[in-house]
């Protein structure tokens, strides 16, 4: 399955995720933002991107669609996943469809642009006229989710409208929102090409990515430093994706890490820039069986999960992220064997616990794997994580 989340965008998920309608088949809706009027004579400043995210996020949640493009730097905010409708499009009780949701995946986009908006001294008049940057990795993307390269209504090139809804339901591909039955908007007024299509130039390989993303609070991609980057080298070595290492893994994420991860991606069948090396959601928790988080760990958490896993079923977690730090800091002190290292406090767990525990001291009942606050602050004194109760 695609990722549910564009690798590399800025996740604010609002919640409120709904299925689509998937008699119709995919489409993507292209939007610009449109938060000024401006013209040739008289250019306005560009509004930015952190406003529409703000915007999107707060009371304009009600419209908000999948994607905030900020054509200029390449950002992209993500506010549902991919498989729910967003709420960019008018969908009167009138329409023979729920326009949001009127596709296998219906994924809107809404670049943060006007016609002659100024930014940083230059104007801008159509939105093809900017860099454009970051397209290509959303086109690639879109594309994972099935969504073909065509304009069923023809490509935008103007702010013309053109509606029609037997197209609507039968044909899969792009269109504008000029081109959505029973709304009333005429942009985006142009959208870049599409990129690897019949005609275009082989691309250029560039080498590993050498981007970061930020999942659950922790970084990941070239440059990337932390525990996470350990687990997650150690995860792709045990899954039998670590033969671009030629040391490690350790805590800095290296081109090594990368093209190991792209191994991985590969495996799960994504391609092209979904196979990138770089993690998204998704694939992350199906490498780890969770999702990292800061290095905090409650001591009420672990005890809870210390005292359910090992009587639930196999792999059980009951605060996975939070036992996988305790976990790794006791595989660090070599009582517990990595493979074990997997969010869940079973029965080996508990053993290699209270061998930490007799360790720091503790005999008899005190060592019973069942972790203490002072045994607990001490390994997380030992292997770098903060203890809340």
């Known amino acids: 399955m695609p990722e549910l989340w564009l690798p590399g965008a800025e996740i604010h998920d609002l919640g409120d995720h709904a299925p689509t309608d998937q008699q119709y088949p995919p489409k993507a809706i292209a939007h610009i933002t449109w938060d000024r009027d401006a013209t040739a004579s008289a250019p306005q400043d560009w509004c930015p991107y952190e406003d529409l995210v703000g915007y999107f ?5 009600g419209d908000a669609p999948h994607l905030v493009w900020d054509p200029f730097s ?22 023979p469809t729920r326009t949001n949701r009127a596709g296998r995946v219906v994924i809107q986009i809404e670049a943060v642009f006007f016609p002659y908006c100024r930014y940083q001294g230059a104007v801008y008049p159509r939105l093809v006229d900017t860099p454009c940057a ?42 504008a929102h000029a081109h959505v039955p029973f709304n009333d908007h005429v942009d985006p007024g142009s959208w870049p090409a599409f990129t690897g299509g019949p005609g275009a130039p082989p ?16 970084a990941y991609g070239y440059g990337a430093h932390g525990y996470q980057v350990t687990a997650v080298g150690r995860a792709l070595v045990a899954g039998g994706f670590g033969t671009h290492y030629h040391s490690g893994p350790g805590p800095d994420w290296t081109d090594a890490d ?9 495996s799960l069948g994504y391609t092209g820039q979904a196979a990138d ?29 210390a005292r359910s896993d090992p009587g639930a079923e196999q792999g059980h ?47 008899a009942g005190a060592a019973d794997g069942i972790p203490g606050r002072d045994s607990l602050h001490r390994l997380g004194t030992a292997q770098d994580f903060a203890v809340t109760d």
């Open 258 to 266: 990368t093209e190991n991860y792209a191994d991985y991606q590969r």
């Open 74 to 95: 390449g950002r992209t905010a993500q506010l549902f996943p991919a498989d729910s409708r967003s709420k960019s499009l008018l969908s009167p009780a009138q329409s």
């Open 134 to 175: 970051g397209w290509d990795r959303i086109h690639a993307w879109i594309s994972s989710w099935g969504v073909p390269d065509v304009w069923p209504m023809g490509r935008p090139t103007d702010f013309s409208e053109h509606r029609d809804e037997r197209v609507w339901e039968t044909r899969g591909g792009w269109y």
């Open 57 to 61: 996020t707060g009371s304009g949640a």
């Open 317 to 363: 977690r009951t605060y996975g992220a939070e036992v996988a730090i305790v976990e790794q800091a006791l595989a660090d002190e070599g009582l517990l064997e990595q493979r074990w290292v997997d969010g869940s406090f079973g029965s080996r767990t508990v053993t290699a616990y209270a061998g930490w525990q007799r360790r720091c001291g503790y005999t």
């Open 203 to 218: 691309p250029v390989d560039p080498g590993p990515a050498r981007y970061q993303v930020t999942l659950n609070g922790l």
């Open 277 to 305: 090396g770089v993690p998204g959601e998704g694939s992350l928790r199906r490498l780890l069986g969770y999702l990292p988080g800061p290095r905090t760990v409650s001591l009420a958490h672990v005890v809870a999960a």
